[in-house]
């Protein structure tokens, strides 16, 4: 099983980003997605969710109307487009793949994102 982060790096306030992450290994179409966000001296943070089939997301307060989680189950990656971005958005972003009902959970190694002028 594989989760690779790519597409962190350092972007000015306002900026955007797209990170995607790709799977292998496991039948990503079954699993749920998931971004969370570690930010030093802080507890890791769900940021985003989408559904198995992609039909439904839901997003924490402090990103809504700025972040889109996405997938493509044909490409068997997730995405999530950050604009507007923010100081406070400096983190690490991880992905995680999920089947709760089986209590399944992967882990990407997370790509850092900083925002900063």
């Known amino acids: 099983v594989r989760l690779v982060e790519s597409g962190g790096g350092l972007v000015q306030p306002g900026g955007s980003l797209r990170l995607s992450c790709a799977a292998s290994g496991f039948t990503f179409s079954s699993h749920i997605m998931r971004w969370f966000r570690q930010a030093p001296g802080k507890e890791r943070e769900l940021v985003a969710f989408i559904s198995s089939g992609g039909g439904t997301t839901n997003y924490v307060d402090s990103v809504k109307g700025r972040f889109t989680i996405s997938r493509d189950n044909a490409k068997n990656t997730v995405y999530l487009q950050m604009n507007s971005l923010k100081p406070e958005d400096t983190a690490v972003y991880y992905c995680?793949?999920?089947?709760?009902?089986?209590?399944?959970?992967?882990w990407g190694q997370g790509t850092q994102v900083t925002v900063s002028s």
């Open positions: 995680n793949a999920a089947r709760t009902s089986y209590g399944v959970s992967y």
